[in-house]
């Protein structure tokens, strides 16, 4: 059997299970990105110990929503978030309780400063570490504690495609005491159907089908191992979007052009493929939007379908 790291600690923040508004989630994903970026330019010693202040600019919050000037979603999401509690217990018997934000604040004119609590930055930083920035939110929509496990191998043992367990080490693994029938029904199905259901609703880009070794006496014998086959959709693409802010920028401007669930998102990133074409259009995206063409255009998907079509060779269908 493959060896499959045992993630036996449960991340303070996926632990909750919460659910999460887009724009909650928006700012998680936010989160995440400033506390990879800081990390990856080198921290102080008391880095974990002081709030993380994050600042959404206006231009960047307009792009979200370029009608509500007073950007009442992020309020919500603000509150919301400031009032989820999270129970954090310690290995030496210690405990925390904290809510992800401490507060925010609308600049006029400038725009939403969020204060994170330095309680949930350790954890945050774990994410990073355990999971691309895509992943990590992937992971805190889901609502069963078993569909987060399946999904963290699943993402581990993404370039391999399988990954396989016995039941007695699945049982050592989610330190559960169940029979394996049970553990069949209320770990293996509520996990392969809340993954496969993200998936087609377009959240996630892996589920997971699974098979059975059977063996010994009687009718069928019993189960020896289960294999775990992984399913991606556009496994490189899909590879490339976690890899860098540009694709989640470019993903977000199409779907405000095109529309969040419209096929045309697929067929341009397949387009654009590498990275270098991806910042590219990126940078084009963004100065359509700072410049104010976009907005005049009266018809933006046709424009923006013609600019990848000729520059970027989106196929003319």
């Known amino acids: ?51 993380l202040v994050l600042f959404i600019p206006d231009s960047q919050l307009k792009k979200a929503d370029e009608h509500d000037h007073r950007f009442r979603d992020y309020r919500k999401a603000i509150i919301s978030l400031r009032k989820k509690d999270f129970s954090i217990d310690a290995p030496d018997g210690g405990w925390i309780e904290t809510g992800f934000v401490n507060g925010g604040q609308f600049i006029k004119g400038k725009g939403i400063e969020i204060r994170i609590s330095s309680y949930v930055l350790p954890y945050l930083h774990e994410l990073t570490k355990r999971f691309t920035i895509l992943d990590a939110t992937v992971v805190m929509t889901l609502a069963s504690k078993f569909s987060q496990r399946f999904y963290e191998w699943c993402c ?16 050592e693994l989610l330190m559960i005491k169940t029979k394996t029938g049970d553990l069949k029904i209320y770990v293996l199905e509520t996990a392969q159907t809340e993954l496969l259901k993200m998936y087609e609703d377009g959240i996630s880009d892996l589920y997971f089908t699974y098979s059975e070794e059977r063996g010994g006496r009687g009718r069928g014998g019993s189960v020896k191992r289960w294999i775990f086959k992984i399913h991606t959709k556009k496994k490189e693409v899909a590879q490339e979007r976690a890899k860098n802010e540009d694709v989640i920028f470019v993903m977000r401007f199409l779907g405000q052009i095109f529309g969040k669930d ?27 939007q700072t410049s104010g063409n976009l907005d005049r255009t009266k018809n933006k998907p046709g424009y923006v379908r013609s600019i990848l079509q000729k520059e970027f060779g989106l196929d003319k269908k």
């Open 1 to 51: 059997m493959y060896q499959i790291e045992s993630f036996k600690q449960t991340n303070a923040i996926t632990g909750a299970r919460y659910d999460y508004s887009t724009t909650e989630k928006r700012l998680v994903y936010l989160s995440l990105v400033e506390v990879m970026r800081l990390v990856q330019h080198g921290i102080t010693d008391d880095f974990f110990d002081r709030e």
């Open 156 to 171: 581990q043992w993404r370039s391999v495609g399988q990954f396989d367990f016995t039941p007695d080490e699945l049982r």
């Open 262 to 288: 419209s096929p045309l998102i697929d067929q341009a990133l397949e387009a654009l493929k590498t990275h270098e074409n991806v910042k590219t259009f990126a940078d084009r995206a963004d100065e359509l």
